[in-house]
């Protein structure tokens, strides 16, 4: 057998990587292949939560661009769990993208399927851009450390190589490039590549590239921490007076259509704050609710501006303020500090 960490398992579909779980565990992970969308959910939850995370509320509400948010120190996950990931949109994926972006989160995606067929187990995918993977590779990664290697792109499977460890160990066996190129089947161009980290290769290349070399030459990916490219323009159109009213105080204020808040309000000091509108308190109870949980999650504020009267000042930790009280307010700082105040006084 080939001492090739996170790779020979893969010449054996679907059945590689035997993780060191016990039965009682293993066994629910596996069935997670047939699970529905509400199961699969409770089990990212609870993986998330037993690998340390502190997890918000489901976001229940429509549309929504992610399900959860979860958070462990410095980091911030935004995640979209559903059993196909084909149903994730380019509209969505742009959306979530945006959302992580300004709230400096990672996007995640579990699912089972994509394209017709099961994710593998210890493969990254992405779904326009954002990383995606199955069930059993978040618990592999999450709660047991087992790195991921290999990565699914048009073609087959990949993986990233160490091009450092490649041209260390090439010359230490005393081979010109044309000698391994020669010994691995590919051109002396694409060995100078692999060696300046400019090329990927394919998973059956780089068994042959360890085989012959005796070392380990791989890198691994942290899914957690993947660039994730937004292209998309961001709508600068404010759809409601609530949100121009943020605006003309100083805010910068980018709009969430699929999220259970309407927009993230951001102060010259990079203060984030959820923003919420509606017509009345009981119209907006179940998404301040939600908006609770996740400023609780992402350290960020939260507050739903009411058009009108209202007795509630809060509800969870999320503030809730009139619109003619916001008008009275001079800038980001007094609103900031005025939210602090109601905060505090009604906890």
Not at 82 to 99: F, G, P, T
Not at 266 to 293: F, P, Q
Request: glycine share 6%; with cysteine; hydrophobic share 40%.
């Amino acid at each position: 057998m080939i001492k090739l960490w996170g790779i020979y398992f893969l010449i054996i579909p679907l059945t590689f990587i035997t993780p060191p779980f016990n039965d009682k565990i293993h066994k629910p992970l596996i069935q997670t292949f047939i699970m529905n969308r509400s199961l699969l959910l409770l089990s990212v939850i609870e993986v998330l939560n037993r690998g340390g995370f502190a997890t918000s509320e489901r976001c229940d509400v429509r549309p929504r661009s992610f399900d959860i948010v979860a958070s462990k120190d410095d980091q911030i996950l935004l995640l979209k769990v559903l059993s196909n990931i084909d149903a994730v949109s380019q509209e969505m994926a742009e959306e979530l993208k945006r959302i992580t972006k300004h709230l400096m989160a990672s996007p995640l995606i579990i699912g089972d399927r994509m394209k017709g067929r099961y994710l593998e187990r210890g493969v990254l995918y992405r779904r326009y851009g954002i990383p995606s993977m199955n069930l059993a590779t978040l618990s592999d990664y999450i709660l047991n450390g087992i790195r991921i290697y290999v990565y699914s792109e048009r073609g087959g499977l990949y993986v990233r190589i160490n091009g450092t460890a490649i041209r260390r160990a090439r010359l230490q066996k005393g081979l010109s490039l044309g000698d391994l190129s020669k010994m691995i089947g590919v051109s002396r161009r694409s060995i100078s590549r692999y060696e300046e980290d400019l090329m990927e290769t394919t998973v059956s290349k780089a068994i042959e590239l360890q085989e012959v070399l005796g070392e380990d030459v791989l890198t691994s990916i942290d899914p957690f921490f993947t660039r994730v490219n937004d292209t998309s323009e961001e709508n600068t159109e404010l759809p409601s007076e609530v949100l121009q009213l943020m605006s003309e105080i100083g805010f910068d204020v980018h709009v969430t259509p699929q999220a259970p808040f309407d927009a993230i309000s951001e102060d010259k000091k990079r203060t984030k704050i959820l923003t919420g509108s509606g017509k009345n308190v009981s119209s907006v109870i179940k998404r301040a609710k939600i908006m609770s949980s996740i400023s609780r999650v992402t350290g960020t504020m939260s507050v739903v501006i009411i058009e009108g009267r209202s007795k509630a000042k809060n509800i969870d930790n999320t503030v809730i303020i009139e619109d003619r009280e916001v008008e009275k307010i001079a800038d980001t700082s007094e609103f900031v500090e005025t939210l602090r105040r109601k905060s505090c006084m009604y906890q």
